[in-house]
């Protein structure tokens, strides 16, 4: 029996690619590790307390004073390249987990706007732009638009003030105005979803999702985001210019966030999901544990889910996964790094990275058997001191705590997070060619030898 735990820590990147500075130059001196150790150090008066990752080998993926250099643990120890385009949480995810993103581009609407038109058309919808920009208007109601909170030409949006959907809907209906009002649901996230057909509309969500659903059928980038809310005013209003060319609605300004009723849906790009770990694994009569955002965006039918956002119940859910009898591959996000990175508080990162590596002795405390894998990783960096609130695209540490193993082995740089995938399949006995994507690393070191 063994059991693999994969730990995401989201946006924990240990120093910048070499093509970081493509769309921000700033951004090739970023070092998300380094910047969080050096001002915890100034802000606490004391490095911070990382024991546990320091003996899983991150001093040696990433010498810094603050950290070991020297380990007792049976640990492999190197760094992984993205293997994506950009910097994202989705695209980390579905990578590591062997899906194979070489389809999938960075764009801008702009770059895209005749096929989302005629798609659009074609099923039956009017479709203008909003004052010349490069940005649709769908039905009057609807616009479809670069999305402003990740990286440029990362994700595309179409959003709608439920409102005006709703009170369209009234409208060519003649039912009686506010009957198709969407409920306050709350964010809803369908991160597998990659359907195409338009389902009845009976609410106004629905109808914005259903514009998505036609967007994503030509759109090349990783994420089309349906995004439906209560704003303070009419949407274009709050239309802005982005990044690098990108044209879009400023959503935390429209109070979606704060009015309630927000409803949300992701559609990915089309994946093989059966080649991916999770439902490798489930195949193969493995239990598959999702905790924290890995519930929301990963695909696996056979998994437990469980979803969380606070550190220590993303770490409380991993820990019960590891408890149960017999073999798991347990795959959990922390996703409150990722959230310091955004809001620039550096002193938040480093005390959630000390939490996650106290969940982490806890965890060496239970994976004991010589077939037990721990990965320690990242989907991309999140420098919380870069000046800006987007992802950055760094290096991640690939950490591999191996119970019975002798030693401590470095590993070359992995290529793509899908190497991670690959090996985290083979520790579980599975063949990494089942992955669409992916070689085992210490296959890839043999070979680099």
């Known amino acids: 029996m063994s059991k693999t735990v994969i730990v995401v820590v989201d946006g924990f990147g240990v120093g910048a690619m070499p093509d970081a500075g493509a769309l921000r130059p700033g951004d090739l001196v970023a070092d998300t590790c380094g910047h969080v150790l050096d001002r915890c150090r100034e802000a606490f008066g004391r490095p911070l307390r990382l024991p546990v990752l320091g003996a899983l080998g991150l001093g040696l993926v990433h010498p810094h004073p603050d950290l070991a250099r020297h380990t007792h643990l049976p640990v492999a120890a190197g760094r992984a390249a993205l293997g994506y385009p950009g910097a994202d949480t989705f695209a980390g995810h579905q990578t590591m987990m062997g899906a194979d993103f070489s389809r999938v581009t960075v764009a801008r609407l702009a770059d895209h706007l005749d096929e989302v038109t005629r798609a659009l058309t074609d099923a039956g919808h009017r479709v203008e732009l909003l004052d010349g920009k490069p940005l649709l208007v769908v039905d009057g109601v609807v616009l479809v638009h670069d999305n402003l909170e990740a990286d440029p030409g990362i994700n595309w949006n179409a959003s709608g003030r439920l409102d005006d959907v709703d009170l369209d809907l009234d409208l060519d209906s003649g039912a009686p105005s506010g009957s198709g009002h969407a409920p306050d649901t709350g964010p809803s996230h369908s991160p597998a979803s990659t359907s195409t057909s338009a389902p009845t509309s009976t609410s106004g969500f629905d109808r914005i999702l259903a514009i998505a659903r036609t967007v994503r059928t030509v759109a090349p980038v990783a994420r089309v985001i349906a995004v439906g809310g209560h704003a303070d005013g009419p949407l274009p209003g709050f239309v802005r210019d982005g990044d690098g060319g990108t044209v879009g609605l400023d959503t935390p300004a429209t109070g979606f966030y704060r009015n309630g009723g927000l409803q949300v849906q992701h559609l990915g790009a089309e994946l093989d999901h059966t080649r991916q770990l999770p439902d490798l694994a489930a195949r193969a009569g493995i239990p598959v544990t999702l905790v924290g955002k890995a519930a929301d965006i990963l695909a696996c039918e056979a998994a437990v889910r469980r979803p969380a956002v606070d550190t220590a119940e993303v770490l409380a859910h991993t820990l019960e996964a590891v408890r149960t009898d017999g073999d798991a591959l347990v795959v959990a996000n922390v996703q409150e790094s990722d959230l310091a990175g955004h809001q620039q508080d550096v002193e938040r990162y480093g005390r959630i990275l000390e939490q996650v590596d106290a969940g982490l002795a806890a965890l060496l405390s239970l994976l004991t058997g010589p077939g037990d894998r721990l990965i320690v990783t990242g989907d991309h960096g999140n420098d919380p001191t870069i000046g800006h609130a987007f992802h950055t695209r760094e290096y991640v540490p690939v950490l591999i705590h191996r119970p019975g193993a002798r030693g401590v082995e470095l590993l ?34 043999a070979r680099a030898a």
């Not at 579980?428 to 085992?440: I, S, V, Y």
């Open 412 to 445: 070359p740089d992995a290529s793509s997070l899908a190497d991670v995938g690959a090996t985290a399949a083979a520790a579980l006995g599975l063949d990494p060619a089942g992955l669409a994507n992916g070689t085992e690393i210490r296959e890839a070191a």
